[in-house]
């Protein structure tokens, strides 16, 4: 590796709690252009809103798994971090996982 890259990842031990509603992780490609408010807040919007409309498809008793659903909107937000972090100009590599912390089984 180049001096100048860093090979010791920043990491932060916290103890969960119910209110967690995700987790992001994500490479310095993501974390140099956005702000973990900015990132935050596009999760929790995106989550949300998926976590509404899984609740009006199961009171529909529509045959769609909660799990299937919360991957998928996991998966989108963590696209559409990847792309904001590119329009906002990273030069680095952007690599971004989101993991709902509020999808449940029914």
Partial sequence: ???YVVSE????CIDRTDEDEC???ASD???DVISNDTACD???TYLA???KKN???ESKNETNASLTCSDAAAASVAAMLVKLAYVRGSK???SVLVIDLKSRLN
Avoid: Y
């Avoid at 990842?9 to 932060?12: Q, T």
């Fill in 29 to 31: 490609g993501l974390w």
């Fill in 55 to 57: 609740e009006t498809n």
């Fill in 23 to 25: 987790l992001i992780i």
């Fill in 49 to 51: 809103n998926a976590h």
């Fill in 42 to 44: 596009v999760a929790r």
């Fill in 1 to 3: 590796m180049k001096r």
């Fill in 92 to 94: 680095d590599n952007i």
């Fill in 9 to 12: 990842p920043d990491v932060l």
